[in-house]
C-alpha cells in the first residue's frame, strides 16, 4: 500500500472498493409489485475538513497548510522520505522538501483525494 493510499484509508476509513462501485444484484426473475426494483447506491463525497476536524488532536496542529501536519494526523510518519515517495506517487519527481515544495505536496494530496471521492475545500486547492 503506497503513502496516498494510506492517507486515503485513514480519512475516508474502510475498504476502499466496498466505496469505489455502487452496488448492485442480479436477478433472473422480476420483482414482485409490491417491492421496488433494487437501485445501484449513490457514491456519497466524504467530507474532507469535517473529518480531519473530528480528529484527536486536529486542533492543535496545522494539517490545513502543512503536509507534515497532515500525516502526524492521521498518524503517518511524516519523514523527508514519505514525504519524497509520496510526491512520486503523484507526480512530482522534483521534490526536495523545501517549504515550496511541501505546500505543493499539501494541495496535490488534496486534490488527489477530490478526485477520489473526497469533498475539499476550495482554498485546499488552490
Known sequence: MGIFSSIKKAIFGGDDD???KPATTATTAAPA???PAPQPRAIDEVDV???LDAMPGADKLNWRTSIVDLLKLIGIDSSYENRKELAQELGNTDYSGSAEDNILLHRQTMRELAKN???VPAEFLD
Do not use: H, V
Request: net charge positive; proline share 8%; charged share 35%.
Open 18 to 20: 466496498k466505496d469505489a
Open 33 to 35: 409489485p409490491s417491492q
Open 49 to 51: 475538513a469535517a473529518r
Open 117 to 119: 471521492g473526497g469533498k
